[in-house]
């Protein structure tokens, strides 16, 4: 009887272990795609601020034009 149960706990352990280190696989996962997020988010961040920026030196060279022809007539994108 003592035999079985000692085999028993060393089943459990082992699967225990073998869960543990799925957990630890998937936050290492989470973990990557959330530097990866951050990273996306600061490459979109720098992408608008230049577009604005553009944008803004658009309306500055070309004032006499209406919103519509500066934008429309040669987009900045």
Request: charged letters at 25%; aromatic letters at 8%; one cysteine or more.
């Amino acid at each position: 009887m003592t035999n079985f149960v000692g085999n028993k706990i060393e089943w459990r352990l082992a699967s225990l272990k073998g869960e543990l280190q799925e957990v630890i696989r998937n936050h290492m996962d989470v973990r990557n795609n959330l530097t990866s997020l951050v990273q996306f988010g600061a490459h979109c961040t720098m992408a608008a601020t230049k577009t604005a920026v553009q944008i803004r030196e658009k309306m500055v060279a070309e004032p006499g034009k209406n919103r519509q022809e500066r934008f429309f007539t040669n987009p900045v994108f």
